[in-house]
C-alpha cells in the first residue's frame, strides 16, 4: 500500500460531568485525510481544503503533519510522505476539529508503514497534537475518535484510557450555533479552585454516569449528567443555553450539556429519532433568536477513525 485515505470523526467531550476524563465519537461530521508515500524523505503538506486559509501549510505547526513527524521519529524511520487534509468540520465548535485531523493522520500514517502501533499506542502521539493545537495534551477528543465508542480517562500519568460499554440505540443531538469560542479562551474562565461539595457531587455524576452504562440505565444516565464545576461558568459564552435545555428536556431528552469548550450543545437521547427531533427543535428556536446553527444527530460511532479508500 502506498497511499490511504481516512476519516476521522468528531467527537463530545466532557459528556457534563466528565471535564477532560469522559468523550465519545459521533458518526459525523469529521476529517479527511489522504497520504501517500513518495522518496522525497521528508513529510509535506500538499494540499489544505475547507480551512479558508486558517491552518498553516508548515509541516511543523499543523496537527496533521506533526503528528507523522514524531510517529517516524519514535520509529526511526526517514520516509517520504506526502499529506492532503480535507477539513469538513468547524472551527472552533467544541466537536474536536484539531483532533480529528491528528487522528486521521497518525492512523493513515500507521497504515502505510504497516501498522507497527497498535490504536492505543498511537493515542499519545494525538494528545501531542491537540497540545500544539491548543496548549494542553487532554484525551477526551482524541481518544473516542481514535478507539471509537465512549471512553473514560481514568489516569494521564500514567495513561489509563478505559472503553466503557454504550446501551444500544443511544443517540446524540449536536447543534452548532454559529457564533466561535476559542478553546483557550474556554478554558481560562474555568476556576482553579473548587468547593468540596461541589467536587463530591461532581464525582458522584461521573460514578453514576459510568454505572448508568454498565446497567443500561438510561434515567441514571441522564440525571447523572449534571456539571456543577464547568458548566455554570462557560453556558455564559452560549446564546440561549438555559432555553435550549429547557427545550430539550421537554422533548425527552436524557440530558444536556456543553459539547467541550462550545459552543456546540449536546442532549443525549435513547433513541436516533428522539434526538432528530431535539436537534429540530433546538435548531428552530436559535432561528426564532436570529442565530444560524448546523445540526447533526449520530448515534454513538464504536468504530471510531477509520480507513474510507485508497484513491484520491
Same mark, same amino acid.
Given at each position: 500500500?502506498?497511499?490511504?485515505?481516512?476519516?476521522?470523526?468528531?467527537?463530545?467531550?466532557?459528556?457534563?460531568?466528565?471535564?477532560?476524563?469522559?468523550?465519545?465519537?459521533?458518526?459525523?461530521?469529521?476529517?479527511?485525510?489522504?497520504?501517500?508515500?513518495?522518496?522525497?524523505?521528508?513529510?509535506?503538506?500538499?494540499?489544505?481544503?475547507?480551512?479558508?486559509?486558517?491552518?498553516?501549510?508548515?509541516?511543523?505547526?499543523? +496537527?496533521?503533519?506533526?503528528?507523522?513527524?514524531?510517529?517516524?521519529?519514535?520509529?526511526?524511520?526517514?520516509?517520504?510522505?506526502?499529506?492532503?487534509?480535507?477539513?469538513?468540520?468547524p472551527f472552533g465548535s467544541g466537536l474536536g476539529s484539531s $483532533?480529528?485531523?491528528?487522528?486521521?493522520?497518525?492512523?493513515?500514517?500507521?497504515?502505510?508503514?504497516?501498522?507497527?502501533? /497498535?490504536?492505543?499506542?498511537?493515542?499519545?502521539?494525538?494528545?501531542?497534537?491537540?497540545?500544539?493545537?491548543?496548549?494542553?495534551?487532554?484525551?477526551?477528543?482524541?481518544?473516542?475518535?481514535?478507539?471509537?465508542?465512549?471512553?473514560?480517562?481514568? $489516569?494521564?500519568?500514567?495513561?489509563?484510557?478505559?472503553?466503557?460499554?454504550?446501551?444500544?440505540?443511544?443517540?446524540?443531538?449536536?447543534?452548532?450555533?454559529?457564533?466561535?469560542?476559542? /478553546?483557550?479562551?474556554?478554558?481560562?474562565?474555568?476556576?482553579?479552585?473548587?468547593?468540596?461539595?461541589?467536587?463530591?457531587?461532581?464525582?458522584?455524576?461521573?460514578?453514576?454516569?459510568?454505572?448508568?452504562?454498565?446497567?443500561?440505565?438510561?434515567?441514571?444516565?441522564?440525571?447523572?449528567?449534571?456539571?456543577?464545576?464547568?458548566?455554570?461558568?462557560?453556558?455564559?459564552?452560549?446564546?440561549?443555553?438555559?432555553?435550549?435545555?429547557?427545550?430539550?428536556?421537554?422533548?425527552?431528552?436524557?440530558?444536556?450539556?456543553?459539547?467541550?469548550?462550545?459552543? +456546540?450543545?449536546?442532549?443525549?437521547? $435513547? +433513541?436516533?429519532? /428522539?434526538?432528530?427531533?431535539?436537534?429540530?427543535?433546538?435548531?428552530?428556536?436559535?432561528?426564532?433568536?436570529?442565530?444560524?446553527? /448546523?445540526?447533526?444527530? $449520530?448515534?454513538?460511532?464504536?468504530?471510531?477513525?477509520?480507513?474510507?479508500?485508497?484513491?484520491?
Open positions: 500500500m502506498d497511499s490511504v485515505r481516512v476519516f476521522a470523526p468528531a467527537s463530545v467531550a466532557n459528556v457534563s460531568c466528565g471535564y477532560d476524563v469522559l468523550g465519545f465519537a459521533v458518526h459525523h461530521p469529521g476529517d479527511e485525510v489522504f497520504m501517500s508515500l513518495n522518496s522525497s524523505g521528508r513529510v509535506s503538506l500538499d494540499l489544505i481544503e475547507g480551512d479558508d486559509g486558517r491552518l498553516p501549510y508548515d509541516p511543523a505547526k499543523n +496537527t496533521v503533519s506533526a503528528v507523522v513527524f514524531s510517529l517516524l521519529k519514535s520509529l526511526g524511520i526517514e520516509q517520504g510522505i506526502g499529506i492532503k487534509l480535507y477539513k469538513k468540520m $483532533s480529528a485531523s491528528a487522528v486521521a493522520g497518525l492512523l493513515a500514517a500507521n497504515e502505510l508503514l504497516g501498522r507497527p502501533k /497498535t490504536r492505543m499506542q498511537l493515542l499519545p502521539f494525538a494528545m501531542e497534537g491537540e497540545k500544539l493545537a491548543c496548549g494542553n495534551a487532554h484525551a477526551d477528543n482524541v481518544a473516542p475518535a481514535l478507539l471509537g465508542g465512549m471512553v473514560l480517562i481514568r $489516569s494521564y500519568d500514567p495513561l489509563d484510557v478505559i472503553s466503557l460499554p454504550v446501551p444500544e440505540g443511544l443517540s446524540c443531538a449536536l447543534v452548532y450555533p454559529h457564533v466561535e469560542i476559542p /478553546t483557550l479562551a474556554a478554558r481560562q474562565i474555568i476556576r482553579t479552585n473548587i468547593p468540596m461539595t461541589s467536587a463530591i457531587r461532581q464525582w458522584g455524576n461521573v460514578g453514576g454516569f459510568i454505572a448508568g452504562l454498565f446497567t443500561n440505565d438510561n434515567d441514571l444516565i441522564g440525571r447523572s449528567m449534571e456539571d456543577v464545576i464547568v458548566e455554570p461558568v462557560r453556558k455564559m459564552l452560549i446564546p440561549h443555553f438555559d432555553e435550549m435545555r429547557e427545550l430539550a428536556m421537554e422533548n425527552k431528552a436524557l440530558g444536556f450539556g456543553i459539547s467541550g469548550s462550545g459552543p +456546540t450543545v449536546f442532549a443525549l437521547c $435513547s +433513541t436516533r429519532e /428522539t434526538a432528530r427531533s431535539v436537534a429540530c427543535v433546538l435548531d428552530a428556536r436559535l432561528k426564532d433568536n436570529g442565530i444560524g446553527s /448546523t445540526c447533526y444527530v $449520530s448515534q454513538i460511532n464504536m468504530e471510531g477513525a477509520r480507513v474510507v479508500d485508497g484513491s484520491d
